[in-house]
């Protein structure tokens, strides 16, 4: 079985500052894991994937991801938030056997000015 | 540009009434989706389509149905069975579904409401 948690539903940060997304998964297997971005009414669009190549893994719009399998964990950061940035973001695993993707309940992202 | 296009973007329902959400993709590929999306809540699986005149029941298949007679068309039929079926509805595609790697592309969804 495999599960996915984001540590955090919501998150408000400054223009200009450090942006951290917390995500923690299981898994049987490497799994493949992604983050994704959905802007209200819309669907999601990929930010980036880690397939089990190189673990610090950039992705669109500045943002990177760690990937870190003694912690268990895949942590989505940007140097310098964007008011552009605030929007849903969700972190998803897909087990190595191509099995069904499971998807964490989101973290809502705020940006101030 | 190839993409996945959902509609309507807006759908109402009366009680006791089917209504069919369609979905095309051009993007050529094998796999395709369909989710539900409640408010404060990742999204849930309903069916999926791996190959053409083939599809299979996700985690809350109750209430729908689905068709795969053309790869590029897997249109949503959310039935009277549904009692609850306000929620916006994605559909999603993959190249390859037997390759873990391959991310999902996804339609804008389709908001359903009930009258």
């Known amino acids: 079985a495999q599960s996915v948690t984001q540590l955090d539903s919501h998150v408000s940060v400054s223009e200009g500052t450090p942006v951290l997304l917390r995500c923690n998964y299981s898994s049987s297997y490497s799994p493949s894991l992604f983050w994704y971005v959905q802007h209200p009414n819309k669907g999601l669009q990929l930010l980036l994937k880690?397939?089990?190549?190189?673990?610090l893994v950039k992705g669109i719009n500045g943002f990177e991801a760690e990937f870190k399998k003694s912690e268990t964990s895949f942590h989505l950061t940007k140097p310098s938030a964007h008011m552009s940035d605030a929007a849903e973001y969700f972190c998803?695993?897909?087990?190595?056997?191509?099995?069904?993707?499971?998807f964490g309940d989101g973290t809502t992202l705020t940006v101030k000015p | 540009d190839g993409g996945i296009t959902q509609s309507p973007k807006y759908l109402f329902r009366k009680e006791g009434q089917n209504v069919t959400l369609s979905c095309e993709q051009n993007?050529?590929?094998?796999?395709m989706y369909w989710y539900r999306q409640d408010p404060g809540q990742g999204l849930r699986l309903i069916y999926y389509?791996?190959?053409?005149?083939?599809?299979q029941k996700g985690d809350i298949a109750e209430g729908y149905s689905v068709s795969r007679e053309k790869k590029e068309s897997f249109p949503l039929t959310v039935t009277s069975a549904q009692k609850n079926p306000t929620a916006f509805y994605l559909c999603a595609s993959s190249l390859n579904p037997g390759q873990s790697n391959q991310p999902q592309h996804f339609g804008d969804g389709t908001r359903l409401s009930i009258l």
């Open positions: 389509s791996q190959i053409v005149n083939d599809f």
């Open positions: 993007l050529n590929h094998d796999a």
């Open positions: 880690y397939t089990s190549a190189a673990t």
């Open positions: 998803v695993v897909t087990p190595f056997n191509a099995g069904k993707s499971t």
